[in-house]
């Protein structure tokens, strides 16, 4: 069964960094892409990021491009979303979901339960 | 890259049908069969409902189904249940691995 935990999120002054973890369990996480999907506060789901499952591509939305990378590490199952020069629009829920398996567009399956980033001063 | 353009909400009766639209480009949901739905309940995480426009995963209902025509994609709902009630959401691919969601509908069983 897919599992995905986020963490890392937190309350955090604008200007400043952060860094989220997901950790995968459930399924080969070598093996295939990851999003990562926000939430603002009573908004709807905005895009932030992919990577493929060897991070030969991935790409940021263009409100975060500059500011965010993402990046894996398959060893320890675990995907990271580094969060540089955050503003208040920021604040969100960040979810990390899993691809569904095989094309290079393929959409989000599995979500996990998301982590709060508060961007306040 | 703007949000898809979905109905702020719609609403039914218990047995009823409703059928949700998503409406994008020439560059996103016109451009590819990378279509899904979302489902996402108050303080919830957001479910696979339907992808690649028409494909529904397995645990999902039957009366949930997908369609596209153009640069506008839908989602019907058959026979409405109460648990049906919640917020859904399209996304599409973009190319150059960029994605966009829709805006979101409010579905409401009356």
């Known amino acids: 069964q897919v599992q995905l935990v986020e963490s890392g999120g937190g309350v955090v002054q604008p200007g400043r960094s952060l860094r989220l973890s997901c950790a995968a369990s459930g399924f080969p996480f070598g093996k295939y892409g990851m999003h990562w999907v926000r939430q603002a506060p009573g908004k709807g789901l905005e895009w932030v990021a992919v990577t493929s499952s060897d991070e030969t591509y991935k790409n940021c939305s263009n409100s975060v491009r500059g500011r965010f990378t993402v990046s894996r590490d398959n060893a320890k199952n675990t995907l990271y979303l580094q969060m540089n020069n955050l503003r208040p629009d920021d604040t969100a829920v960040y979810y990390c979901?899993?691809?569904?398996?095989?094309?290079?567009?393929?959409?989000?399956?599995?979500w996990g339960q998301g982590t709060l980033v508060t961007v306040s001063s | 890259q703007s949000a898809l353009t979905q109905p702020r909400s719609v609403s039914g009766s218990p047995g009823q049908s409703v059928t949700i639209s998503c409406t994008g480009t020439s560059s996103d949901v016109g451009a590819y069969t990378y279509v899904s739905w979302y489902q996402q309940h108050p303080g919830k995480a957001p479910k696979l409902m339907i992808y690649d426009v028409n494909n529904r995963p397995s645990g999902v209902p039957h009366r949930f189904s997908g369609s596209k025509f153009g640069n506008t994609a839908s989602l019907t709902i058959s026979g409405l249940q109460d648990e049906d009630e919640a917020d859904y959401y399209c996304?599409?691919?973009?190319?150059?691995?960029?994605?966009?969601f829709g805006s979101g509908t409010k579905v409401t069983v009356l």
């Open positions: 979901a899993k691809k569904l398996p095989g094309a290079l567009g393929a959409t989000p399956d599995s």
């Open positions: 996304c599409s691919f973009a190319g150059s691995s960029s994605y966009v």
